[in-house]
């Protein structure tokens, strides 16, 4: 049986899987700076990084683009980015792009990994609370 990163490479298009080598260098950082509680599996057809095999709140993501490779944070917007690095996806997810493997830089990454999981209780909380009040506003609105 493959595993979800062969699998997720498996997948991968013409245009995309020039940028494997990108994938597996991010996946590597990922789980060597995401601790054991760290778990992977291919959802969405993307590689989700999940605290316990919470894959709803997901604390991570790694996907191929045609361009490059790109390691998505579902709390993004939490982190702390001094550099200004991440790019704003949604209103909480946030993204590093890379084009090169040499712009993998595992010492500029792994920061950003371990605040990623050492938040995932309290992005957990917030998220639960966001739910409610998209829940609250929605029944409001059918009054």
């Given amino acids: 049986m493959a595993t979800a990163l062969e699998a997720y490479l498996a997948s991968l298009d013409a245009k995309r899987a020039p940028h494997a080598p ?3 260098a991010l ?3 990922v789980r060597a700076h995401g601790g054991p509680t760290l778990l992977l599996e291919l959802r969405y057809r993307i590689l989700i990084y999940g605290i316990g095999g919470d894959y ?4 991570a993501a790694i996907d191929a683009t045609t361009k490059g ?3 998505r944070f579902l709390f993004g917007t939490q982190l702390n980015d001094p550099q200004k690095r991440l790019r704003p996806g949604t209103a ?3 993204s590093l792009d890379f084009t090169t493997l ?3 830089d595992e010492a500029m990454i792994a920061p950003y990994v371990q605040e990623a999981v050492a938040r995932y209780p309290e992005a957990k909380v917030w998220l639960r609370e966001q739910e ?3 829940r609250r506003l929605k029944a409001e609105q059918k009054k």
């Fill in 22 to 24: 990108l994938v597996v």
């Fill in 27 to 29: 996946d590597r950082i």
């Fill in 56 to 59: 709803r709140s997901w604390v």
């Fill in 69 to 71: 490779a790109c390691l």
């Fill in 92 to 94: 909480t997810l946030c």
């Fill in 102 to 104: 040499a712009a993998v």
């Fill in 132 to 134: 409610a009040e998209r």
